[in-house]
Nanobody
Framework: QVQLVESGGGLVQAGGSLRLSCAASGLTVSTYDLGWFRQEPGKEREFVAAIWSSGGLKSYADSAKGRFTASRDNAKNTVYLQMDSLKPEDTAVYYC?????????????????WGQGTQVTVSA
């Protein structure tokens, strides 16, 4: 049974940093395409970052470029999202996701497995 468990969210002031973790079980992160998404109440889920299983190629939303870094630790079977220079508009529930095939994708519906989410709140 596949499980993705996010952690690391919390309350931080604008300009601060957080590192989100996504611990995987039932799948091997090195062989899956991985994604980070976020969702604010009443809004649609939004792509943040993705890591391709082949070669580790990465893709970022324009809002995340230069501030967020997605990575994975194969030994720990864990995916990370380092978030720096946080802004109030980054406030959302952040989700990690995984899929077996298809390469880099910014589309949430292409992902098969999802975590439960972790709340990130950035105060002004």
């Amino acid at each position: 049974q596949v499980q993705l468990v996010e952690s690391g969210g919390g309350l931080v002031q604008a300009g601060g940093s957080l590192r989100l973790s996504c611990a995987a079980s039932g799948l091997t992160v090195s062989t899956y395409d991985l994604g980070w998404f976020r969702q604010e109440p009443g809004k649609e889920r939004e792509f943040v970052a993705a890591i391709w299983s082949s070669g580790g190629l990465k893709s970022y939303a324009d809002s995340a470029k230069g501030r967020f870094t997605a990575s994975r630790d194969n030994a720990k079977n864990t995916v990370y999202l380092q978030m720096d220079s946080l802004k109030p508009e980054d406030t959302a529930v952040y989700y990690c996701a995984a899929k077996r095939f298809g390469g880099l994708s910014r589309v949430g519906t292409t992902y098969n497995y999802w975590g439960q989410g972790t709340q990130v709140t950035v105060s002004a």
